[in-house]
């Protein structure tokens, strides 16, 4: 049973009420607090405008103070950090800015989500880049994937493209190194290797400090693990690698105008890469589901426990007949990915559905996948295990 | 007074109980129905998911019926409609998406909005385009705007951007000539000159019928005249257009997957344009934002009232001492901008505000832009006419 404390902390979030839940990395549950933010950001735009020139500014301020929730998460200056709908918009935001020239090369690993794969075929056609993968799938267990990328980086290679935590088998990319090894390879003009990292699964699990770390671009969501409603995302930009990106879908939030509203300049910090008007209320919803994380404890605090609870996961399925999980290693990230004899993981992740267990199958590699977040609690493993074992 | 029913009929906006609203272009104020759909899509997403097969089964559904209940709207198929975040994302879409070479042109009207027009720039910057201004704004009474556009057309233009309904003056451009003329134009390669139409202030106000009258691409927003939540809109292209259309922003929504989860080709229909993970529930809000006009009347019949409504209030702006109409003509719109003797237009704005008139200023041309919606009263008209008479 869970301690009154996580008892109550649990019963914050309605979802968790009627189900088992393991599908924090597909979307995490909203918090009344978080849902009462949005409900009532709505409420005031309703009653001060919906537009005016108060409640533009009350809108513009929420804005900020998102900006700066996020910011205080990653280790980084609020200016650094444009709101988007979500992490994929923030990948393209990376992918189309950069100043393509033909022959320029790609590196990404076998590991990333089929939109950034397929964002990534599109600008290599227009601008007839080559694209380079970085095998580390089949390695992850036994090999290095730090090597698995250096070793393809040429003297045209521009981007390195890779998720922090991957979401397909929950494996920790070691990025700093990934970077420093990029930001420091001899390229044929000079131009620095940028790295961009889908940050999908890794924002709300890891303890993160950019800066300390060289980051370029790490686009995110705020729908997964930080538990804010599907819809707002976001995207760090370095500043040092703001200066070579150009924003690529503009608007009226991208950039300044002079008193007859002609356009003059991008804005001078991470709102160039925002375009107009947005759902503003999932904002201040996604500002409270941080702030609700934060009353749980450090994020250090938030993700040793993850671990703790993907340990007993994972620990459990290794002693499953039957059941295989993809990493030898105990975790290190919320996402427990493992294989079940009989094949049929669609069936087993339907079967499990119907039983008020959420999963979900992975394509490649063939697999499932079973998410644990902090206040995940030991009786909820382990009738997950208990479930599994039944399935036959 | 209004009619009661008219009374009951506002009564469903809360934003209209305590201000006299005249920010129509600006957003939209949000029915209680629109609302409870918003907050009920929410809460059924936490009861049965977040993420889960039924969950997702249900909000692709609703995905669908949105688009479905858009079509009809602008009197097309459900399959050229792509959701998007507002109105702006739409004219990237359309501006980012073409085969741009370096020469190409672009002709634009001088009254397009900022944001626009900085997309239109930075395009420019890195395609090599040349951008043509078809000056419209100082002929619009007396000119020919159709004329000050196809003389601009060249054997390189390969896109003309208008708005339908001018967010700055309130003018209905001839939509359907400007099309034909463009379409016609014979160009050096033999490719046909498409129209990006910025539908922002149009769809919600015009009876419309896409179809009838050659439109390429037509972007536009749920939360201005549809009354929809801020946060989505969408765009329209043709299936003639879509061929000649790429996709750019990518994820997830765009694509077709093998059984890998591998991209194999760009989703059949609009869906090609939309990207990844958004505000679901706010999609419901816009279905039944559009039920709820439907209710009141036809599209027709809205349009009709809304021209009857700019009628009362352009005849008694025209009454008073140091107030003069943009338009010499009877309003073919809601929207209706008119300078003040004074020339302090914020000032009277924001001295407005403080007497709970919502209307806003326009930089280009300097002047005040009131908005009037089909469910105005004649009251409210006469009040605000009366406050502007008192201002000295």
Same mark, same amino acid.
């Given at each position: 049973?869970?301690s009154?404390?996580?008892? /109550?902390?649990?019963?914050?979030f309605?979802?968790?009420?009627?189900?088992?839940?393991?599908?924090?990395?597909?979307?995490?549950?909203?918090?009344?607090?978080?849902?009462? !933010?949005?409900v009532?950001?709505?409420?005031?735009?309703q009653?001060?405008?919906p537009?005016?020139?108060?409640i533009?500014?009350?809108l513009?301020?929420t @804005?900020?103070? /998102?900006?700066?929730?996020?910011?205080?998460?990653?280790?980084?200056?609020?200016?650094?950090?444009?709101?988007t709908?979500?992490?994929?918009v923030?990948?393209?935001?990376?992918?189309?800015?950069?100043?393509?020239?033909?022959?320029?090369?790609?590196?990404?690993?076998d590991?990333?989500?089929p939109?950034? *794969?397929? #964002?990534?075929? =599109?600008?290599a056609?227009r +601008?007839?880049?080559?694209?380079?993968?970085?095998?580390?799938?089949?390695?992850?267990?036994d090999?290095?994937?730090?090597?698995?990328?250096?070793?393809?980086?040429?003297?045209?290679t521009?981007l390195?493209i890779?998720?922090?935590l991957?979401?397909?088998?929950?494996y920790?990319?070691?990025?700093?190194e *990934?970077?420093?090894?990029?930001?420091?390879?001899?390229?044929?003009?000079?131009q620095?290797i940028?790295?961009?990292?889908?940050?999908?699964?890794?924002v &709300?699990?890891?303890?993160?400090?950019?800066?300390?770390?060289?980051?370029? +671009?790490y686009a995110?969501?705020?729908?997964?693990?930080? @538990?804010?409603? #599907?819809?707002?995302?976001?995207?760090?930009?370095?500043?040092?690698?703001?200066?070579?990106l150009?924003?690529?879908? *503009?608007?009226?939030? $991208?950039?300044k105008?002079?008193?007859?509203?002609n356009?003059?300049d991008w804005q001078?910090?991470?709102?160039?890469?925002?375009?107009? /008007?947005?759902?503003?209320?999932l904002y201040?919803?996604?500002?409270?589901?941080i702030?609700?994380?934060?009353?749980w404890?450090?994020? $250090?605090?938030?993700? #040793? !426990? *993850?671990?703790?609870?993907?340990?007993?996961?994972?620990? &459990? %399925?290794?002693?499953?007949?039957?059941? =295989?999980c993809?990493?030898? $290693?105990?975790?290190?990230?919320?996402?427990?990915?493992?294989?079940?004899?009989s094949?049929?993981?669609q069936?087993?992740?339907?079967? %499990?559905?119907?039983?008020? +267990?959420m999963?979900?199958?992975i394509?490649d590699?063939? @697999?499932i996948?079973?998410?644990?977040?902090? +206040?995940?609690?030991?009786?909820?493993i382990?009738?997950?295990?208990?479930?599994?074992?039944n399935?036959?």
């Amino acid at each position: 049973m869970p301690s009154p404390n996580l008892t /109550t902390f649990r019963a914050q979030f309605p979802a968790l009420a009627n189900k088992t839940y393991f599908n924090y990395g597909g979307q995490g549950p909203l918090s009344d607090r978080a849902f009462e !933010a949005i409900v009532s950001t709505e409420r005031h735009i309703q009653i001060d405008g919906p537009f005016n020139g108060k409640i533009n500014a009350a809108l513009s301020a929420t @804005c900020n103070t /998102t900006r700066s929730a996020i910011a205080d998460l990653l280790g980084v200056p609020d200016t650094t950090i444009s709101l988007t709908e979500d992490v994929t918009v923030g990948c393209n935001i990376a992918l189309w800015g950069l100043a393509w020239q033909a022959g320029d090369q790609i590196v990404m690993t076998d590991c990333e989500h089929p939109g950034v *794969i397929a #964002a990534v075929a =599109e600008i290599a056609r227009r +601008f007839d880049l080559t694209v380079t993968i970085a095998p580390i799938l089949d390695i992850l267990n036994d090999g290095d994937p730090v090597a698995a990328i250096v070793d393809r980086l040429t003297s045209r290679t521009r981007l390195v493209i890779v998720s922090h935590l991957l979401w397909n088998t929950g494996y920790v990319l070691p990025l700093d190194e *990934i970077n420093r090894a990029c930001h420091r390879f001899p390229t044929e003009t000079g131009q620095t290797i940028r790295v961009l990292v889908d940050a999908a699964q890794s924002v &709300g699990t890891l303890p993160l400090d950019l800066d300390a770390i060289e980051v370029d +671009f790490y686009a995110f969501t705020g729908h997964k693990w930080l @538990c804010g409603a #599907a819809g707002v995302g976001g995207l760090y930009v370095s500043e040092a690698a703001r200066a070579h990106l150009a924003p690529t879908f *503009i608007g009226w939030r $991208s950039i300044k105008m002079d008193a007859l509203g002609n356009p003059t300049d991008w804005q001078p910090n991470g709102q160039r890469y925002e375009v107009a /008007t947005s759902a503003y209320p999932l904002y201040a919803g996604l500002r409270e589901a941080i702030a609700v994380h934060d009353e749980w404890g450090t994020a $250090s605090e938030r993700y #040793a !426990a *993850i671990c703790d609870r993907a340990l007993r996961l994972w620990s &459990g %399925l290794q002693d499953l007949d039957g059941v =295989e999980c993809w990493s030898i $290693s105990p975790p290190r990230s919320g996402l427990v990915s493992f294989t079940h004899i009989s094949g049929q993981h669609q069936t087993l992740v339907s079967h %499990l559905e119907t039983q008020g +267990f959420m999963l979900r199958t992975i394509l490649d590699p063939d @697999c499932i996948r079973a998410c644990v977040h902090y +206040f995940t609690t030991d009786e909820e493993i382990d009738r997950l295990l208990t479930a599994i074992a039944n399935f036959s």
